[in-house]
T-cell receptor, first 114, second 115 residues
Framework: SQKIEQNSEALNIQEGKTATLTCNYT??????LQWYRQDPGRGPVFLLL?????KEKRKERLKVTFDTTLKQSLFHITASQPADSATYLC?????????????FGKGTLLTVNP | DADVTQTPRNRITKTGKRIMLECSQT?????MYWYRQDPGLGLRLIYY???????NKGEISDGYSVSRQAQAKFSLSLESAIPNQTALYFC??????????????FGPGTRLLVL
């Protein structure tokens, strides 16, 4: 089965800086990798998906990279704002994209200080 | 996401009681999932269903059962609740498009406390 590690449980940064979160995985290379945002007491919300043949994906202030050689994805939030404070989860297909199940990382709690 | 609803939102029960958590969706998705989330352990898959006639165990199905009453409804039951089933439970749906893409849409969660 797939194992996922997100670099840290918590990350604190100053407003305006770029937040960089890391997701590392073991075993097989996933067909795709997703990032979700979760606010306290609420369900995760999908942010971005990147496929194995894509190096980078952008959406507004968000950028995701996918390095299948390093088995790593980086998630960047540029010009961070206090409203970006949340837990961010990475997720990837559990068994090589064949059965549409996701395995989630434990998440990184991002706090953006004003 | 208002398209996926869960009831109840909060529940306190006693050890040995049977309880049911319900999930309804208006997204028209075939695939539905139940997860539990515990501090330090992340989201773990309990059961999933790819259509009304398809039910599959996830990584932590012991102590749980499910029922897919219709495309829009997927219920999770704890036949005899125990304290280590205290957790936040999420229902999710998905609708694969074009092959490998699989975004999941989560409900608001049910916070369960077993005394």
């Amino acid at each position: 089965s797939q194992k996922i590690e997100q670099n840290s449980e918590a990350l604190n940064i100053q407003e305006g800086k770029t937040a960089t979160l890391t997701c590392n995985y073991t075993n097989y290379s996933p067909a795709y990798l997703q990032w979700y945002r979760q606010d306290p007491g609420r369900g995760p919300v999908f942010l971005l998906l990147i496929r194995e043949n894509e190096k980078e994906k952008r959406k507004e202030r968000l950028k995701v990279t996918f390095d299948t050689t390093l088995k790593q994805s980086l998630f960047h939030i540029t010009a961070s704002q206090p409203a970006d404070s949340a837990t961010y989860l990475c997720a990837l297909d559990s068994e090589g994209g064949s059965n549409y199940k996701l395995t989630f990382g434990k998440g990184t709690l991002l706090t953006v200080n004003p | 996401d208002a398209d996926v609803t869960q009831t109840p939102r909060n529940r306190i029960t006693k050890t040995g009681k049977r309880i049911m958590l319900e999930c309804s969706q208006t997204k028209g998705h075939d695939r539905m999932y139940w997860y539990r989330q515990d501090p330090g352990l992340g989201l773990r898959l309990i059961y999933y269903s790819f259509d009304v006639k398809d039910i599959n165990k996830g990584e932590i199905s012991d102590g749980y059962s499910v029922s897919r009453q219709a495309q829009a409804k997927f219920s999770l039951s704890l036949e005899s609740a125990i304290p280590n089933q205290t957790a936040l439970y999420f229902c999710a749906t998905s609708d694969p498009t074009g092959g490998v893409t699989e975004t999941q849409y989560f409900g608001p969660g049910t916070r369960l406390l077993v005394l």
